[in-house]
């Protein structure tokens, strides 16, 4: 055999192997992100905006599929599919990880926000940070904080104008400590129950009312079963947007950027969305025949007071400090408005 020959098999055999390297390193990734909200709801918008994103950002080899409406489970079931590396992404509340990540629980203390502009500000100041910190051990890599909006009151029962009208309505309530004793201090039958069985409940009038952001109770066609909304604001929710680590680890550190890059915008569309869309959802709840009243300012007052308590009964329980660097960061942004 010549030496020519033996070059050029050498030559061949290298460039062949070098292919095929290039190949296993721009393998295209192909990952789902799951949440509960239906099509219609910004989240929805914000997370296809996502998917097309991360494609553009990683150069096509990151490859999202959006799956909406709750289509892969609950979020507690998304979350801990998440943490196992069976679901690479997910986008909702963290509320799930309450017992384990005490933090979390700061967001569900009443009446801490004056406006989203207060809230966004500390969605990307340093507390919110800390949580993310805080559920790097349970295998979840935090991306972006996004919003949902301000919590409000509705039921079928009557018109919500004082504390004392909430007195014996049986509102459903979010999974949590603190949730739960906020309304029961309020004198509501507070129920505890997954979001998926909350429509069923309040059609066959197991429930009176729920409380959720406007839009989220708009696409959730909460007009079918409730004549009365309350303006209250009374807690904001908002989503995180998480990864598992098994599907971060297996992305190169471009990859990483341009996922992290489309996640940011894409929080900030959802964002963006749900600003422009509350009032959009008060006027479709009154075309629909829905009574939506403002709480009063001083019967709101009255409605804070009688919650103090259960600020000073879990802060300590959340951790004191924590607590405090977070009011910390609510009035910084106050004073910079």
Do not use: C
């Amino acid at each position: 055999m010549s030496t020519h020959f033996q070059l050029r098999r050498i030559l061949l055999a290298t460039l062949a192997a070098s292919a095929m390297g290039a190949g296993a390193a721009y393998a295209e990734v192909k990952a789902r992100i799951g949440h509960a909200m239906p099509e219609s709801h910004p989240q929805a918008m914000a997370m296809n905006k996502f998917a097309e994103l991360a494609s553009t950002y990683t150069n096509g080899n990151v490859k999202v599929q959006a799956y909406h409406s709750a289509v892969l489970g609950s979020d507690e079931k998304q979350l801990q599919a998440v943490q196992a590396g069976t679901q690479d992404l997910y986008i909702g509340t963290l509320a799930p990880l309450s017992s384990r990540v005490k933090e979390v629980q700061v967001w569900d203390l009443p009446f801490m926000f004056r406006n989203s502009a207060e809230v966004y500000a500390v969605l990307d100041g340093a507390s919110s940070k800390k949580i993310f910190e805080k559920i790097a051990p349970a295998n979840l890599v935090g991306l972006t904080w996004t919003g949902m909006g301000f919590r409000n009151l509705s039921n079928s029962k009557h018109r919500v104008a004082k504390p004392e009208d909430v007195s014996g309505l049986k509102i459903r309530v979010m999974t949590n400590p603190v949730a739960l004793d906020t309304w029961k201090t309020l004198g509501a039958n507070a129920t505890p129950m997954a979001f998926a069985e909350v429509f069923p409940a309040l059609e066959i009038k197991a429930l009176d009312g729920q409380e959720n952001p406007l839009q989220h109770m708009w696409a959730n066609k909460m007009q079918e079963v409730q004549k009365y909304i309350t303006i209250t604001n009374h807690v904001y929710t908002p989503s995180a947007l998480v990864a598992s680590k098994k599907f971060w680890d297996s992305l190169s550190a471009a990859d990483k950027a341009g996922v992290q890059k489309a996640a940011t915008e894409a929080g900030l569309l959802q964002r963006k969305l749900l600003d422009e869309g509350d009032s959009q959802a008060i006027d479709n709840f009154k075309k629909a025949g829905v009574t939506v009243d403002s709480m009063p300012a001083a019967e709101l007052a009255r409605m804070q007071d009688k919650v103090k308590p259960v600020l000073a009964k879990f802060a300590p329980q959340i951790g004191d400090e924590f607590v405090k660097g977070f009011f910390a960061e609510i009035e910084q942004a106050r004073k910079a408005q």
